[in-house]
């Protein structure tokens, strides 16, 4: 199994292309930036216990894996165990290929054919990147998908990354509301944000049983690590509005996830509120993400 790592003065990054275009560790000095994949779950291909993962063609939940798009009725295949909905789109769980590399930079590939069985992950040929730019003071993310199929398609983009839970961790973003899930892990009607789920001032963690996506997102969210005197700083373009905000309870990690819409967007029925985009054959959605890190004084 390929690992490619990157290195930039005190940072250090690895990738796993044949393991859905992960990120499998992310570290400054030996502090982890993003939680650390086991050597196992690598081995086994295991996306799910990796640092980072692409969302592409479109973010969480689609209900029951159906869809209607310009009138043509498209069932996907339910790709989370036993859960009733597709989820993440499929680029997650295929292999990605890299077109380049050299010390600080990557890029990787993935192009998808729905052929076969191939349609049940996504009814529509594409082709997506991902280009890894690590710095002395941090990572850039940016992600494409280009629409190459000969009808117009829905898409969206969303990164899922996953960052350790210790003793004293802080979080800090602000957005304009909330969707409450139901009890079917679909999302409701938005509501202002409650406020055990605030955090617009930075504050700890705590358990806020949280795995809501919150919209009007401002783009930008920070974590700082006090005991070990590390700040991470998320910022993404403005395609990123959404916030998928997931902490479960009793486990070591958390997740802070940019994404271009809201769950499950593709069956509600206002695109100005939801977020999922329309690409035309040969169009592209392209945006950034970038994860500075900052040593706290």
């Not at 729905?114 to 730019?133: C, N, S, V």
């Not at 800090?172 to 055990?196: C, K, M, T």
Request: net charge negative; proline share 8%; charged share 25%.
């Amino acid at each position: 199994m390929l690992i490619v790592t990157l290195r930039s003065s005190a940072l250090k990054l690895d990738l796993a292309p044949s393991v859905g275009g992960a990120i499998a560790g992310f570290w400054h000095d030996d502090v982890a930036l993003m939680r650390e994949t086991p050597e196992q779950a690598l081995r086994d291909g295991l996306v799910r216990q990796t640092s980072c993962y692409p969302l592409i063609p479109y973010s969480n939940r689609i209900a029951q894996g159906r869809f209607s798009f310009q009138g043509v009725e498209h069932r996907l295949a339910l790709n989370f165990g036993d859960h009733p909905h597709s989820i993440h789109g499929n680029a997650w769980q295929k292999p990605w290929q890299v077109a380049a590399a050299d010390d600080a930079r990557c890029r990787f590939v993935f192009i998808h054919r729905p052929e076969d069985d191939e349609a049940r992950g996504w009814p529509f040929a594409y082709r997506a990147e991902q280009l890894f730019e690590l710095s002395q003071s941090g990572l850039m993310l940016t992600l494409s998908l280009e629409n190459e199929d000969d009808r117009a398609m829905p898409a969206g983009l969303g990164l899922h990354p996953f960052f350790p839970k210790r003793p004293g961790i802080r979080l800090q973003f602000a957005a304009e509301r909330v969707h409450p899930n139901g009890e079917d892990s679909l999302p409701l009607d938005s509501i202002p944000i409650p406020p055990e789920w605030s955090y617009q001032t930075m504050r700890e963690l705590d358990e806020p049983r949280l795995d809501n996506c919150f919209s009007g997102w401002d783009g930008t969210a920070r974590l700082a690590y006090v005991q070990e005197k590390i700040a991470l700083s998320i910022e993404a373009d403005p395609l990123f509005d959404h916030l998928v905000v997931y902490v479960p309870m009793g486990r070591d990690f958390f997740a802070v996830e940019p994404v271009s819409h809201m769950n499950d967007a593709i069956n509600r029925p206002d695109p100005s509120h939801h977020g999922l985009k329309v690409l035309k054959p040969g169009e592209r959605l392209t945006a950034q993400v970038r994860f500075g890190v900052e040593t706290l004084s």
